[in-house]
């Protein structure tokens, strides 16, 4: 990283094509992003180009299927959207609706899990309970984050947010 400068550039991700040559880059990360956008599939498929031959691709957004936001889906068809803090949410997703958009751009799921560290006032205290039995049992004391990623990964339909790992098909 010293010797390499970072280069950044502002785009707007929905202006295709980016500024950017075929296959430059090893890793691309697109973090909360897609539920906001319009064509969500263009996006994928200017990621896949800009991706080199084993480039990864990472890509979270919130997981539709978890009760809370589909309990936050209901309520904003009965209240006023502008009062929401997720009305600029245009579109949902759950696995099944990642892997077929992914699959269209030419993207396959290498893998998937789940994280709710940040939201989920179920899921935190299971956490604390899972890290106080393996002190007490083990004397083994992982943090907050190592438990949530473990069980993020171990049940990821249950969690907030998905996260995948995509790579060229």
Known sequence: AKNNPINALVHNVEEFPYPYEDHSFDAITCSEVEEHVLDPIAINR????????????????????????????????????????????????????????????GLVIEEFYGSCGHFCGVINPMAMGVIKMLQEKYNISPTPAEVHLAMGRAHPAIQHTIFLRCKKV
């Open 46 to 105: 200017e990621v896949r180009r800009l991706l080199k031959r084993d480039g990864n691709f990472f890509l979270s957004t919130p997981q539709h299927t978890w009760i809370v936001n589909l309990l936050q889906g209901f309520q904003n068809l009965v209240y006023d959207h502008r009062m929401s803090h997720t009305y600029e949410h245009i579109r949902t997703y759950d696995f099944e609706s990642h892997k077929r958009n992914l699959a269209e751009a």
